[in-house]
Nanobody
């Protein structure tokens, strides 16, 4: 059973930065692709970034957000810079065995989410 626990959310002003982290309890962490998704009120959950060996990012965050992972610590991080009010959402960590995917339906395990609020 894979468990994912996010941390690092909070309230930040536009233009600021936050770093999200996700700790995974899985013995073969390096066999999993890890993803970050977000869901704003009234909207569908959307892809933000994912990583197995290298990261991929949604167009809306490319150049501002960077996904990384530490296989020795079983963690994945999302560094968020130049935050905008439209980045406000609950951010979820997700895991799937194998390669990265952009579709949320491809991920088998999810964390509880962490709130990110960007004020203008």
């Amino acid at each position: 059973q894979v468990q994912l626990v996010e941390s690092g959310g909070g309230l930040v002003q536009a233009g600021g930065s936050l770093r999200l982290s996700c700790a995974a309890s899985v013995p073969t962490f390096n066999e999993y692709a890890m993803g970050w998704f977000r869901q704003a009120p009234g909207k569908e959950r959307e892809f933000v970034a994912a990583i197995r060996w290298s990261g991929i990012h949604a167009d809306s965050v490319r150049g501002r957000f960077i996904i990384s992972r530490d296989n020795a610590k079983n963690t994945v991080a999302l560094q968020m810079n130049s935050l905008k009010p439209e980045d406000t959402a609950v951010y979820y960590c997700a895991a799937r065995r194998g390669l990265v995917e952009r579709q949320k339906e491809k991920y088998d395990y999810w964390g509880q989410g962490t709130q990110v609020t960007v004020s203008s």
